[in-house]
């Protein structure tokens, strides 16, 4: 099944993209509690092709051995309805804090050789990822079959703000991060139901897209993460473009899927807002079908709907909603009834 969601990724380039959400289910603007409901399904009848989860759903207590029950029924009920999963690891800090490097409580330690083999947190970071093997490899739908995820750790290392980014660790022990994880989780704990996500931040801060990058056998898509250019202050599409056209072109020359896996609307004053009602078609939509390049992205992930002060997709009512549904009638975006 995972090797099936593989082929489905390379074989919508050019056809077709993958629209997804995170948190595409169970809240939105003004309601929660709801596994059932979605804010797109709300303004357009259909759910997203992909939902995300980690962030805001579970998978630091999931790494702390908590929570696998809950996270497990949002997962299986969206591949259940139909959809394809995938999670993102905001890893907590093992000196403490959190994930961003600015609540680090040591700035004098290096997190990521902490926990490298060798360092005096290695065995924290053996039983995280014990406790992420075992809910994995508990995901199983009603056939028996495992549950495919596409895994994204360590993302946005191209940045500074995470204890893993660029100034925090070096080139050698961010690769070997990278390497030890998929080795341990898919080679020594049987994870095999994981296709892992490379995604360094927005290509205008460091333009080179293999910076760092831990090899072909480890990564099997390659993303970007890119607010900044489609944001209303910044308004860089032909930024966009060029970007797109870098990642389609490594990832064809290594023969894997290209995403868009993290992206969203942010308005002149820097909110997570939607504030521009013509964004997705005038801006991601143009961006994502400016040639035979950029139109051979696999997947699109924007961020969740919180609340009124923090939403990516148009709720009911919101001016945006007749853009989203143009966004969505669209025969080149792909959602889950066109799965």
């Known amino acids: 099944m995972t090797q099936q969601l593989y082929n489905k990724l390379l074989n919508v380039k050019g056809e077709g993209v993958f629209f997804g959400m995170q948190d595409a ?7 929660n509690n709801d596994n059932n409901s979605s804010d797109i399904e709300k303004v357009t009848g259909d759910y997203p092709a992909f939902a995300g989860w980690g962030a805001d759903y579970g998978v630091t207590q999931i790494a702390r051995g908590e929570g696998f029950e809950d996270a497990r029924y949002k997962i299986k009920l969206f591949h259940d309805m139909g959809g394809f999963n995938t999670i993102e690891w905001h890893a907590q800090n093992f000196y403490g804090g959190d994930y961003m490097w600015k609540n680090h409580p ?63 660790c070096s080139d050698e022990e961010y ?9 341990y989780l898919s080679n020594k704990k049987g994870v095999d139901n994981l296709l892992y996500a490379f995604s360094p931040a927005r290509l205008t801060i460091n333009s080179n897209y293999l910076f760092r990058y831990p090899g072909d056998d480890c990564i099997d898509i390659l993303g970007v993460d ?27 020359q290594k023969n894997k899927p290209a995403a ?21 078609t005038n801006k991601l939509l143009k961006g994502i079908l400016y ?19 923090h939403f990516h997709v148009p ?11 143009d966004f969505y009638n669209h025969p080149y975006t792909l959602f889950m009834s066109d799965m």
Request: proline share 4%; charged share 20%.
């Open 226 to 252: 890119d607010y900044w250019s489609l944001s209303q202050k910044t308004d860089d599409i032909q930024g966009f473009i060029k970007q797109i056209r870098i990642l389609v072109s490594i990832a064809n």
């Open 106 to 168: 040591d700035k004098s330690k290096s997190v990521v050789a902490a926990i490298l083999p060798g360092g005096e947190k290695h065995a924290d970071f053996l039983l995280q990822l014990e406790n992420l093997a075992s809910f994995f490899n508990s995901l199983i739908d009603d056939n028996g079959e495992k549950i495919p995820i596409i895994f994204r750790p360590w993302h946005e290392h191209s940045g500074d703000w995470f204890w893993w980014g660029a100034a925090n």
């Open 260 to 280: 868009l896996t993290e992206t969203g609307s942010f308005s002149e004053d820097g909110k997570a807002i939607m504030s521009e009602n013509d964004w997705y």
């Open 175 to 183: 690769i070997s991060l990278w390497r030890f994880t998929v080795e």
């Open 25 to 31: 289910i169970g809240y939105g603007v003004g309601w």
């Open 291 to 309: 040639d035979e390049i950029t139109s051979q992205v696999s997947y699109i992930m924007v961020w969740r709907n919180a609340d009124e002060n």
């Open 315 to 325: 709720y009911p009512g919101h001016p945006a909603v007749p853009d989203f549904i």
